[in-house]
C-alpha cells in the first residue's frame, strides 16, 4: 500500500474554502449560551488504592441536556501550587477506560481529566431525540437536522468539561490543554473553538474534518455516512448542511489558542492527510502552530513517539 492522498508538496498548503453557512457563528453562539445556563453539578468521588503516587477521581457532570457525563480527575499525591491541566478526549467508539491511561501526564508534572464519550463505550449515556433514522453507529443520527445532531451537545460537552476542570483548585485555569486523537482530535478542536480557557491544544490525526472529501475518499466511520446518502440520496444537500457546523475546517478558525500541536499519517485512510491539513491550515493566524508529518504511518499517527514529543510539547507550552 503507498499514498492514500496527495503529494506532501500539495498537502502543505491545501486550504479548502469554507463550507460555514451565515449562521455559522450565531449557531454556535446560541448553543454555548444556552449550555451555559445549565448547571454543572460536577461530583469528584476519591477512588482510593489506584496508584499510590496519584490522586484518583471519578468524575460526573451534567450535559447540556442533562446527560450524566463521567470521567477521571487525577493529579498528583500532593499538590503544592496549581497545575497545568490535561483534558483529554476519546477516539470513536471508546470509553474512558482505567485511569491509568492517565498516569503519564501525572508523571509529566500535570493534573489530568479524561471525558467519557456519550453513548459509545464507557459509562455515559445519551438522549437522542431525532426526527428521522440514522445508519450503524453514531454519526448519522441526526444528520439533517443540525439542533438534533448527536455532535452537537458532545461538542458542548468538550466546552463543559474544561468548566469542571477550571474550577479544582488543583488546576492552573490559566494552563490548559485540550488534546485527543481520531475523534478525540476532532473533539480537541471543537473544545478549543468553544471555550476561551483552553490555552493550547494538540489533535491528533483528527476527525469529522472536510467532510465533502472524507466521505469520498476514506473508509472506516465516514462509511457510515456514505451508506445514508446512498438509501437517501434525496438527503445529501441536506446532510451536508448539517454537517458544515459540525466540520472541524470550519470550528478552526473559532479557536482562541496560544500553540497548537498537530499530527497526521499520510498513509491514513480513515482520516486521509487532506482532511488534517484542511483544519490545520484554516487555524488563525495568532495561532503558533506546527504539525509532526508521520510518511509511512496510517492512523496510528506517530503512535509512542509522538506520545513522548507531545509530552515534551506540552511541558514547554505550559510551562508558565
Known amino acids: ?33 444556552a449550555s451555559d445556563q445549565v448547571p454543572l453539578n460536577a461530583t469528584f468521588e476519591a477512588v482510593d488504592d489506584v496508584l499510590p503516587g496519584a490522586r484518583v477521581f471519578d468524575v460526573g457532570f451534567d450535559g447540556a441536556d442533562g446527560v450524566r457525563v463521567k ?17 483529554q478526549f476519546i477516539g470513536y467508539s471508546g470509553g474512558r477506560d482505567y485511569p491509568h491511561a492517565l ?33 450503524r453507529g453514531f454519526i448519522t443520527h441526526g444528520i439533517i437536522n443540525k439542533e438534533e445532531y448527536y455532535y452537537r451537545n458532545f461538542y458542548l460537552d468538550t466546552a463543559r468539561a474544561v468548566d469542571v476542570v477550571r474550577a479544582r483548585d488543583e488546576v492552573d485555569g490559566d494552563r490548559i490543554a485540550a488534546i485527543g486523537g481520531s475523534q478525540g482530535g476532532a473533539l480537541t478542536i471543537a473544545c478549543a473553538a468553544l471555550s476561551e480557557h483552553v490555552r493550547v491544544m494538540a489533535p491528533d490525526v483528527p476527525w469529522l474534518s472536510h467532510f465533502e472529501r472524507s466521505i469520498d475518499i476514506a473508509v ?6 456514505t451508506e ?51 483544519s490545520y491550515n484554516r487555524l488563525p493566524s495568532s495561532v503558533n502552530k506546527s504539525i509532526e508529518i508521520y510518511r509511512y504511518n496510517k ?22
Open 299 to 320: 492512523h496510528e499517527g506517530g503512535h509512542n513517539l509522538h506520545q513522548h514529543r507531545k509530552l515534551q510539547w506540552l511541558r514547554k507550552t505550559l510551562a508558565s
Open 220 to 225: 472506516g466511520p465516514y462509511e457510515e455516512i
Open 71 to 87: 470521567g477521571w480527575f487525577m493529579t498528583p499525591a500532593v499538590v503544592q501550587e496549581p497545575l497545568p491541566t490535561v483534558v
Open 1 to 33: 500500500m503507498g499514498s492514500v492522498d496527495w503529494p506532501l508538496e500539495k498537502l502543505v498548503d491545501y486550504r479548502p474554502e469554507s463550507t460555514a453557512r451565515e449562521d455559522f457563528d450565531a449557531f454556535w453562539c446560541g448553543a454555548r449560551a
Open 228 to 278: 445514508f446518502m446512498k438509501k437517501h440520496p434525496d438527503q445529501i444537500d441536506g446532510a451536508f448542511e448539517t454537517l458544515s457546523y459540525f466540520d472541524n475546517m470550519n470550528l478552526a478558525e473559532k479557536v482562541k489558542v496560544t500553540d497548537a500541536y498537530y499530527s497526521v499519517g499520510l498513509w491514513d485512510d480513515i482520516c486521509p492527510p487532506s482532511t488534517v491539513f484542511a
Open 103 to 135: 498516569a503519564h501526564h501525572v508523571l509529566n508534572g500535570f493534573c489530568a481529566f479524561i471525558m467519557d464519550s456519550r453513548g459509545q463505550g464507557g459509562q455515559t449515556g445519551q438522549v437522542l431525540a431525532s426526527s428521522h433514522g440514522g445508519m
